[in-house]
C-alpha cells in the first residue's frame, strides 16, 4: 500500500487519509494547515508538524485531533447551565494547549473571550473579532492602554497601581472595567472592604466607560467552597449597581449557588472536569482534544526483564510491551508513573516504564492482536485526560496546555475521527 492508495495503515506505514474517500477529513486538514492572520506568537495556528501533515508527511505516527463540534457543545453546555449569564470562553494560553485561532470557528455562540495575553488579544481585534474580550490580568504597563482603548479590550483591576494609571492615563476611548475583589484566593483582587471606595475612584474617571464587578472563587471545586466567598463578594457589592461575574467553570456547573451575570468557563469547554470527583463526562462534557499515536516497536519480555531508563518497570512474567511515539517532549508528563491509563487498539491497558522524550511503553498482556501500527490514545476519546493526570499527579488542565508545537494537530468539526494513518 503506498501513497496512491493513502489513508490506510500497514506495518506501522503512515498516510494521510484520502481527501477524495474522506472529503470532511480533508477540509480539517486544510482548514489546520491555513496560515494565522496574524503573526503572533501566542496563538500560531500552523506550527511545521501541521504543516507536514497537510503536506501528506507524518514524520512520526503523533497527532492531537481538535474536536470542534465537541468544543461547540461543550459550549452548550455551559450555556444550559448558565441560563440568562453572558459567557466569556477562557481562551488563555492558547486556549488551554488547543490554539486559539483553530478553537475560535467553534466559539460563535460565546459573548465574548476571556485571556491573560495581551499579543492575543491584540490579535483577535486584528483578526476582526468583534465580540468582548476581557484582558484577565488588566495592564502591567501605562503605556500598554492606548492600544488596549484602539482594541476596545475590556480589562480587569486589581490593585492600586493600575486605578492610579487609569487615573493619569488619556484614552482615545475609556475603557470597560472588571474591578476584582479578593474573596480568599489571595492572589489578585482588592480586599473587599475596598471596592465601594474603588468603584467611586474609577466611575468618575474619563478613561473608564463602565464597570462591573468580579471575583474568582478559590475553592469553587469543593462542596463547602463558596458560600462564604459568596458571602464575602456579596457584602463588597453591596449598593453597587454593576453587573457581576463570578463562576469559572466549577461555578458555571454548580450555578444555582454561584450565579452571576457574567460567566467564564475555561477547562469545561475543552472536555475536561473542574472537579475532583465528578468526570467530564458525568458533567455531560465531551473531551476536545485527543492524542493518538501508533505502536513502532513491540518487545518479548521475559519474568525479570526490565524496560527503559532506570528499569522503572520489571516483568513479573512473560509478556509483551509495546512502544508507543509519544514522549515528554510531546508534552506527555514525564513522572506518568507505571499504571498511567493507555488504550491500544480501542482496549485500555496501562504505562509499564518511563516516559522518554520521544517513547513511552505499555503493557500489551491482555492485547494480543496489538502489532507494529496498531492506534493508541494517550488521551481524549476514550481514555480521559482527567484521568492521565491523576494518575501522573496532576490536572488535566496541565496536560492539555503543555501539548508541544512538534506535535502535529488535525482539526475535526464532524466529530470523532481517526486519521488511520
Ligand atoms: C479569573 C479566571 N476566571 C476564569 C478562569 C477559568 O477557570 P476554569 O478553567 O477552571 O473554568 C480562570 C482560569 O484559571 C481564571 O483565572
Redesign the pocket.
Known sequence: MGPSNPGVARGGRCFIIDHQARPALYTMIAWASQPPRTASPAHAVANSATAAIADRRMPRPLYAQINLSALKANLARAREKAPGAQVLA?VKANAYGHGLTRVLPALEDADGL?LVELDAAMALRDMHYTRRILL?EGFFEARDLDDIAQRRLAVVVHDEEQVRMLESASLSRPLEVFVKANTGMNRLGFPPGDLVRVCERLSGLASVAALRLMT?LARADEDDGVEEALRTFDTACRGLPYPRSIA???GVMRYAEVGGDIV?????LYGAS?FAYDTAEMLGLRPVMTLRSRLIGIQDLQPHDSVGYGAAYTATRAHRIGVVACGYADGYPRHAPNGTPVMVCGRMTRLAGRVSMDLLTVDLSDIPEARVGSPVVLWGEGVPVDDVAAAAGTVG?ELLCALASRVPVVVSDTGALDLEL
Open positions: 477562557v476571556a484577565m474568582h469559572n467553570s466549577a467564564r468557563p475555561g477547562i469545561m473542574p488542565y
